[in-house]
């Protein structure tokens, strides 16, 4: 059975407040903000794209993890904001952390979820013995129009989960749930990703985490209440609160892993820093479930126990990492973005 | 920049390689592939040395009109830095309200992007350095 042996995360520093962006639209931002229960963003630096934030949770995780990148046989990296349209953000990831030239890289597409989709290859190669460790990392810098429902969350960061034999915490499972549900894309060229507006919430979201984590609790025989955390994708803050209702389990089991509030949607990065935070946090035997979703559609679930190395793991802390932030104004995020043509 | 050039130093704009002398142990950065101390008893001993990666701030300058590849990102800072190592880097200060760069200032170095060729060509990335909290 695969189990995480480690796992880093990056939030770049800079965030903008959702009543920022809506001052400048003219809307009411004290009820975007309690609307999408979403206060502020995380905006990468003018510097900073999908590849560093990438290499900055990869080196997380090693340094971390204690072991050597050598032996790391596999990095995917999931996300849909490569810096490159071809030539893969692996590639710079596994030279970053000294993993090459002995290993398998790739880069993975699929909306929100193509970092899960990674771990998942991950835990199929370690399983069938074909590497000793594989590196998955879910990284965006989301695009969002100016203007859009979007730009209230859309935001950017990172998580990296290193895949082996020991670690510490057992994959007890995986299943996905995938259907053709066009709910949110963005085409070859365009800049900013089109959505199917109220959409995206009923057909897309709630069936396809809904389903996917029903069909993994009845597969390993576990109910809601079994669980010490669960961890479901964060387009917003209410959704991941509606969707764990509507799942049976309780607000206590989702806080620690709901980040969305206060650095918004990191896209790829959203559910496995929501799994990292919770890592932060478990104890020896503590369960948890965690489900993407990545647009498109589909998701990927995790039926996951913490076991004893993790009382010697070196933590990161990524929430002590998120309160290191400095504000910016809309012009100076607009800059950071590289709006400015 | 170019591409082979940006290729042939992937080693050190990523991951900080540099050299140690064999014979003095002194070690440079960028690599040398000659101790300029011990000069010939050096040939063949000039080992690959990575560097920790943290460092002190020996002198900075703010930049405010950029050469034309930097153009949009000003203003920023550049930093000649004391490597705990020995060595000195030249580097951009990140991550850092300009008022607070300072002399003596701990800093480690950090993965981002540099420069691009244009819209169409290749990204380079590599190190820079932000404030080292204690």
Redesign the interface.
Request: proline content about 2%.
């Given at each position: 059975m695969a189990s995480i042996v480690g796992y880093g995360a990056y939030v770049p520093?800079y965030r903008i407040k959702v009543e920022e962006i809506a001052r400048i639209w003219g809307r009411d931002g004290k009820s975007v903000s309690s609307g999408l229960y979403v206060f502020e963003k995380s905006v990468p630096?003018?510097?900073?794209?999908t590849?560093?934030i990438s290499?900055?949770a990869a080196?997380n995780a090693v340094r971390s993890s204690k072991i050597d990148a050598k032996k790391i046989g596999a990095i995917y990296v999931g996300s849909e904001s490569h810096?490159?349209a071809v030539k893969p953000t692996a590639t710079?990831v596994a030279?970053?952390i000294?993993a090459t030239p002995e290993l398998t890289a790739a880069d993975y597409e699929f909306a929100c979820k193509a970092g899960t989709a990674g771990m998942q290859n991950c835990i199929a190669l370690v399983e069938s013995k074909r590497i000793t460790y594989g590196m998955a990392i879910g990284a965006d810098v989301a695009q969002a129009a100016p203007g859009d429902a979007l730009e209230y969350t859309a935001a950017a960061g990172g998580a990296a989960f290193i895949i082996g034999n020991e670690g510490i915490a057992e994959i007890n499972d995986t299943i996905s749930f995938t259907t053709d549900t066009p709910d949110f894309w963005r085409r070859e060229g365009e800049p900013y990703p089109g959505h199917g507006e109220r959409f995206t919430g009923a057909p897309a979201y709630f069936r396809h985490i809904v389903s996917a984590a029903k069909m993994l609790m009845e597969k390993v025989g576990m109910k809601a209440s079994d669980y010490d955390y669960a961890v479901f994708h964060q387009p917003n803050g209410k959704f991941p609160m509606r969707v764990a209702k509507m799942l049976g389990f309780e607000k206590k089991q989702i806080e620690e892993g709901l980040l969305c509030p206060i650095i918004g949607n990191t896209y790829s990065g959203s559910t496995m820093l929501g799994l990292a935070c919770v890592l932060d946090v478990a104890k020896p035997g503590d369960r948890i479930l965690a489900v993407s979703y990545g647009s498109g559609a589909g998701s990927d679930a995790f039926d996951i126990t913490v076991n004893d190395a993790i009382e010697d793991y070196e933590r990161q802390n990524i929430r002590k990492m998120i309160e290191?932030k400095?504000y910016v104004d809309y012009g100076t995020y607009m800059?950071l973005r590289?709006e400015?043509k | 920049m170019g591409v082979p050039r940006y290729w042939r130093e992937?080693p050190s704009r990523?991951?900080l390689i540099g050299k140690k002398c064999g014979v003095c142990g002194k070690i440079y950065f960028p690599p040398r592939s000659i101790c300029p101390t011990c000069r010939r008893k050096s040939a063949g001993k000039m080992e690959d040395y990575k560097l920790d990666g943290k460092g002190t701030v020996e002198s900075f300058t703010i930049i405010r009109v950029p050469p034309p590849e930097f153009e949009?990102?000003s203003p920023y800072a550049i930093a000649l830095i004391k490597m705990d190592e020995g060595c000195y880097l030249t580097g951009?200060i990140?991550?850092c309200?300009l008022d607070d760069i300072h002399i003596g200032m701990r800093v480690e170095a950090?993965?981002?992007?540099?420069q691009e060729d244009g819209k169409r060509g290749a990204?380079y990335?590599g190190y820079?350095f932000r404030s080292l909290?204690s």
């Open positions: 520093r630096a003018i510097d900073e794209d590849a560093t290499v900055e080196r810096p490159y710079i030279e970053a000294e290191n400095e800059k590289g400015f | 992937i990523y991951n949009g990102k951009q990140v991550d309200n950090c993965f981002r992007r540099i990204i990335y820079k909290k």
